[in-house]
Each structure stands twice: as structure tokens, then as C-alpha cells.
């Protein structure tokens, strides 16, 4: 009997450790977010202001609390999906820290497997904002580049 105690104790705690790893894994796009927010962060702030309809000073503040750029976003993101206020989710961030975002999503709500809760992991929605500074202007990849010019003609 203590032999399949503790096969199950050891087989809880590697269950326990995968779903961490791949709750993090879930949420891996914020580390981006973070370098790019890093590179300009006053477009960040003005990008995320915009996007949840906020003054920049409220973003600012809240990035004061929560201390990444990332964070900041996701505790507005996850107001807005939860219908708390912001500040009551930087309060349970800053209860849980450590916990993960999935947690507290959960624990505001937002089911795992819910179109919201996929949202989440999928990234952020800050259009245009890429962290060189372009406030919004779309990429321009060329896929057009030679289109309209035939073999011999224009040049």
C-alpha cells in the first residue's frame, strides 16, 4: 500500500509539473510582447490606452503595480473579459502572483476550453503595434512587389 501511495504522489506532482509547463507555454507570446513594449514603451502605453479606452496615465499606473509590460495588457484584457475593473484584477494578480495567468483567468471566470480562454492564449489584440514605433501603419511584405509589370515592360 506504501509503495502505490507513493507511485501516486510522484505521479501527481509530474502531472502537476506538465500542466505548468504547458500553462506557460500557453501564454509564451507575452515574453514578446515584453521586448517589443520594451523597445517603445510609450507606443505601448498609447496603443494599449486606445485599445481599452483608458488615458495612458491609468496604463502607466498600472504597469507600476504589475512591472511588465505584458502584465499590464492582461490584467486589462482580462478585466475587460470578466467585467471587473481593473484594479480589482491587479489586486488578485498581486494575491497570486506566481499562480499564472491561467489560474487567475479562471478564478475571474473565463473558463479553460471557452472562446475567451483561447483568445487569451492565442495573444495579444493591439493592432499595428509591433514595438518599432510605426503607430499602426500596416507591414508591407512585397507581395505585390512585381505585380501590374509584365516580362519587358515599365523598365
Known amino acids: 500500500m ?15 509539473v506538465v500542466s505548468i509547463a504547458s500553462a506557460a507555454k500557453d501564454f509564451a507570446w507575452m515574453d514578446a510582447l515584453n ?5 517603445s514603451p510609450n507606443d505601448f502605453f498609447g496603443q494599449v490606452a486606445a485599445r481599452f479606452k483608458v488615458g495612458n496615465a491609468e496604463v502607466e499606473a498600472v504597469f507600476g503595480k504589475v512591472g511588465r509590460y505584458a502584465d ?17 484584477v491587479v489586486d488578485r494578480y498581486s ?9 487567475l ?3 475571474l471566470g473565463i473558463k479553460p476550453g471557452s472562446k475567451e480562454f483561447h ?3 492565442r495573444g ?3 493592432r499595428g503595434f509591433d ?25
Open 2 to 16: 506504501k509503495g502505490l501511495k507513493g507511485f501516486l504522489v510522484v505521479l501527481l506532482m509530474f502531472f502537476a
Open 35 to 39: 521586448v517589443k513594449a520594451g523597445v
Open 72 to 88: 499590464a495588457y492582461m490584467a486589462f484584457r482580462l478585466g475587460e473579459m470578466s467585467g471587473k475593473p481593473v484594479g480589482y
Open 95 to 103: 494575491e497570486n502572483r506566481g499562480k499564472g495567468w491561467g489560474v
Open 105 to 107: 483567468a479562471k478564478s
Open 119 to 121: 483568445a487569451l492564449k
Open 124 to 126: 495579444h489584440d493591439l
Open 131 to 155: 514595438g518599432s514605433g510605426s503607430k499602426g501603419k500596416a507591414k508591407n511584405n512585397n507581395k505585390n512587389k512585381d505585380k501590374g509589370q509584365g516580362k519587358g515592360k515599365g523598365n
